[in-house]
């Protein structure tokens, strides 16, 4: 079992940044893929960004690379979430994930752990 914890969400105006935390507890944190989802109210759930175990790799969605940036600390059992030019279709609850692998997160699969969300709203 893993449990993640959110934090960092806010009410931010465009153009402003954040970053997202993600505490992660249990079973070995380097050991896990980690990953970013976020839900827009009336919509479904969709894939952020995702970092392997290591930290050597990164995906993204297209729409928010150079935009946002995710990172994790092994030491410290968190992932990150930066976020900058925040624009208002980017408010949404933002969600963190722990996976085996990239692929089990994006397709977020059953065995994904999530965390309970941090709500992000971004005024014009």
């Known amino acids: 079992q893993v449990q993640l914890v959110e934090s960092g969400g806010g009410l931010v105006q465009a153009g402003e940044s954040l970053r997202l935390s993600c505490a992660a507890s249990?079973?070995?944190?380097?050991?896990?893929?980690m990953g970013w989802f976020r839900q827009a109210p009336g919509k479904e759930r969709e894939f952020v960004a995702a970092i392997t175990s290591s930290g050597g790799d990164t995906y993204y969605v297209d729409s928010m690379k150079g935009r946002f940036t995710i990172s994790r600390d092994n030491a410290k059992n968190t992932v990150y979430l930066q976020m900058n030019s925040l624009k208002p279709e980017d408010t949404a609850v933002y969600y963190c994930a722990a996976g085996t692998n990239i692929a089990q997160i994006r397709r977020a699969l059953p065995s994904v752990y999530w965390g309970q969300g941090t709500q992000v709203t971004v005024s014009s």
């Open positions: 249990g079973r070995t944190f380097s050991g896990y893929a």
